[in-house]
């Protein structure tokens, strides 16, 4: 019996001529106890443009972060994510030239991948026609699939504060305002760290006493950082995943109890090993990088940081079409 199944060649195809930019925030994930399920979108963009061709050819331009290590070819996570959302939208294309500038450091948990599917989704859900088009839960979806989780592409796609959640295998995601005191600062080191190490060292289970204690702490999280910032430091403390990923990451471990002795509300970003410190106004961000910079130079001398201020973006992945 023949396949009914619709074979690639059956796909419309895309538009040539199209050109458009997508612009992502970098995120934060867990925020310390949101293991899984809370995360942050932060003012550090990574930029991809791609315009549609007609002649069956791929074009990678590259540069800023992974320009040295990245493929320029269909192997790319982008490039796979475009031809991927094109095939669940009915379409696929007849060749692409693809511009990206990654400002968001790979392997520091800062959301790099996410950031790469989310625009990579989001501009192959803007080439397909008006008619065609899914809205941003569809990319949600899409992204959480490919991902395997929602934590990081929620907030790129959405901006602000994501909170979010799995039902077998449907996510979903609700955003709410950051108070407008809430100041992340940043500390990328200059190693890295894969997801999937961070994640090998975590157990199976924990008691019933710690998922307690970070219920609480998660709970008392979202309230600090949407209405009340001076309750940030008991809010981010975790008891689920970073006293045991400590060892892989000993650095950024070390910095974190620093910071959160002298009364500063700091995590690990993510799998990490980048420490995310959520300061409350001005003045505690501008300490908060001073002692960064004061301890770091004393105690992990081998170790290069990259101390950045940021701002919370509160607009997620946007589109700027060029031409139709």
């Known amino acids: 019996m023949e396949s009914t199944q619709p074979t690639a060649t059956d796909r419309a195809l895309v538009a040539a001529g199209q050109r458009l930019t997508v612009k992502v925030p970098g ?10 399920s809370l995360g942050l979108a932060l003012s550090i963009y990574d930029t991809l ?12 331009e590259l540069s800023g972060e992974g320009a040295d290590s990245l493929p320029r070819d269909a192997s790319h996570l982008v490039v796979r994510a475009i031809d991927l959302a094109l095939d669940r939208l009915g379409f696929r294309h007849s ?30 859900n803007a080439l397909v026609p008006a008619a065609s088009r899914q809205d941003r839960d569809w990319i949600l979806q899409l992204t ?25 295998e449907q996510y979903s995601s609700t955003h709410a305002e950051v108070a407008a005191a809430v100041i992340p600062v940043v500390a990328i080191p200059d190693y890295e760290l894969s997801t999937e190490t961070a994640r090998g060292l975590l157990p199976a289970s924990v008691g019933h006493h710690a998922a307690a204690m970070n219920s609480g702490r998660a709970a ?8 009340d910032p001076t309750l940030l430091l008991p809010g981010t403390e975790d008891y689920l995943h970073q006293s045991y990923r400590a060892q892989a990451m000993r650095p950024s471990a070390d910095l974190i109890a620093a910071l959160r002795t002298a009364g500063h509300a700091a995590v690990v970003s993510g799998a990490g090993p980048t420490v995310m410190v959520l300061a409350n106004g001005a003045d505690e961000a501008a300490t908060i990088a001073e002692f960064i910079e004061t301890f770091t130079a004393v105690n992990t ?24």
């Open 27 to 36: 995120t934060s994930a867990n925020l310390g106890p949101g293991y899984d």
């Open 49 to 60: 443009t791609v315009e549609t061709l007609s002649t069956g050819e791929l074009e990678f």
């Open 95 to 124: 060749g692409l030239k693809i511009t990206a500038d990654n400002v968001n450091p790979h392997g520091r948990g800062l959301g790099s991948s996410a950031s790469a599917v989310v625009a990579a989704v989001t501009a192959a």
């Open 144 to 168: 959480s699939e490919m991902e395997g989780h929602p934590d990081n592409v929620a907030p790129a796609i959405f901006g602000g504060l994501a909170l979010s959640w799995q039902d077998s």
């Open 220 to 227: 008392l999280l979202i309230h600090a950082l949407t209405a």
């Open 301 to 324: 001398p081998d170790v290069g940081w990259r101390v950045m201020t940021l701002a919370v973006d509160d607009q997620g992945a946007r589109v700027e079409v060029h031409r139709r």
